[in-house]
């Protein structure tokens, strides 16, 4: 069965630094998601993804986030200054166009742990 | 500010009983509505979504919508042990965003 790829599984950080959190899509599919979950906290949306432009983002999603399809497989998110409160597990997720486009599918997770 | 609200729980039920989960929205203009089963330290899956007010059976999960009410929940019939998780229930507006609920946690006890 199809599905959603994150890598690394676990990323740990000192603050101030960049990471970058790689996530393979479904491939048939054309919508792109990034949520995080602090732990114990709720599922937060952070970016939809759609025809290489952010379609919608949250308020967590500042300067300091940035999304990118660097091919035509691989969909990144990068934080480009890590603090603290960064550390979540940070989920992909990918679904298709037309009727089941509302359908997300969920990577495993990043856990990022900034230090 | 749109909400979904969920009780926390945790809701315990015995093997064999149903379990019912609830939740309430806020924006009046949601148009999907999604049960997502969570296991500790694992990903969302999705179980159920749920476009119209009224019922949909999937096996032994029932989604159930009154957008009049704001108001979808979720039955678990024969429920087992290993149904024991988080339960988010997720919610779409017109737009790309989805917003989760906390979730409610269920315990099966065997």
């Known amino acids: 069965e199809p599905e959603v790829t994150q ?11 960049e990471v970058i959190l790689r996530c393979v899509p479904i491939s ?26 952010i379609s919608e ?18 969909f990144t998110l990068k934080i480009r200054s890590t603090k603290l409160e960064d550390s979540a597990m ?26 | 500010q749109k909400e979904v609200e969920q009780n926390s729980g945790p809701l315990s039920v015995p093997e064999g009983a149903i379990a019912s989960l609830n939740c309430t929205y806020s924006d009046r203009g949601s148009q999907s509505f999604f049960w997502y089963r969570q296991y500790s330290g694992k990903s969302p899956e ?6 119209s007010n009224g019922d949909k059976e999937d096996g032994r ?3 159930q919508l ?25 919610v779409k507006t017109g ?11 269920l315990f099966v006890k065997a």
């Open chain 1, 57 to 74: 983002k949250s308020e967590i999603f500042d300067d300091q986030f940035s999304v990118e399809r660097p091919d035509g497989s691989n």
């Open chain 1, 90 to 115: 940070y989920f992909c997720a990918s679904s298709e166009v037309g009727i089941s486009k509302n359908i997300q599918y969920f990577g495993a997770g990043t856990r990022l742990s900034v230090l």
């Open chain 1, 7 to 17: 890598t690394p599984s676990h990323q740990v950080t000192q603050m101030g630094q």
């Open chain 2, 61 to 63: 999960f029932t989604a």
């Open chain 1, 28 to 53: 048939n599919h054309l919508y792109f998601y990034w949520y995080r979950q602090i732990l114990g906290q709720k599922v937060e949306f952070l970016v939809s993804f759609y025809n290489n432009e």
């Open chain 2, 46 to 51: 999705l179980i159920m979504f749920i476009y």
């Open chain 2, 66 to 90: 009154n957008k009049a009410s704001q108001y979808v929940s979720l039955l678990i019939r024969d429920s087992q042990p290993s149904d024991s998780a988080t339960y988010l229930c997720a």
């Open chain 2, 95 to 105: 737009g790309f965003k989805t917003i989760f609920g906390a979730g409610t946690r």
